[in-house]
């Protein structure tokens, strides 16, 4: 039952983000001061932890918070998988995960990046990833999919490195 639970659930954020990925990559409406933000606008806030999300985030459909949250405990898988909304070029992502947390520290705290609170194909990347890894894809069968989904009709990938 449990299982079933966090299938629907995962079914439900992939379901919500198809709707926010028709915002495309835009700057937000209104903007929190930022604790520091990035040459190219992003903002970027320090927590002590994955299960802390950043203000930025905070104020945003709570399903954006959901696929941060996803992004940090899933971290491993997110830096083999590409993003396909041209991050790459326009700010030097190496990786979905770029987009969402540009470090996780050794003590455990998260320096996250508000880029993709404003990028519908970021946050459907990430949480479709996560979802195909509960299922019990592995990370190359995963990143097959991703390829193979966005390479058309969306700008050049990031310079993601193949997983072993």
């Not at 926010?20 to 604790?35: D, F, R, S, V, Y």
Request: charged share 20%.
């Amino acid at each position: 039952m449990k299982r079933q639970w966090k299938s629907l659930h995962m079914v439900a954020i992939v379901t919500g983000l198809f709707i926010i990925m028709l915002m495309g990559c835009q700057a937000p409406e209104k903007e929190k001061k930022p604790h520091h933000e990035s040459s190219h606008g992003d903002v970027q806030e320090t927590t002590n932890g994955a299960t802390i999300l950043p203000s930025f985030v905070k104020e945003l459909d709570p399903q954006i918070g959901q696929v941060y949250q996803l992004t940090a405990q899933n971290h491993q898988l997110l830096q083999s998988i590409p993003c396909y909304c041209g991050c790459g070029e326009s700010v030097g992502h190496q990786n979905n995960l770029d987009c969402f947390v540009k470090e996780i520290k050794k003590n455990g705290q998260v320096t996250w990046d508000s880029h993709g609170t404003t990028c519908g194909t970021c946050l459907e990347i990430a949480a479709e990833s996560v979802y195909l890894q509960k299922q019990g894809k592995t990370t190359k069968e995963i990143r097959k999919y991703i390829d193979d989904k966005y390479n058309e009709g969306y700008a050049k990938p990031t310079p993601t490195p193949m997983p072993l």
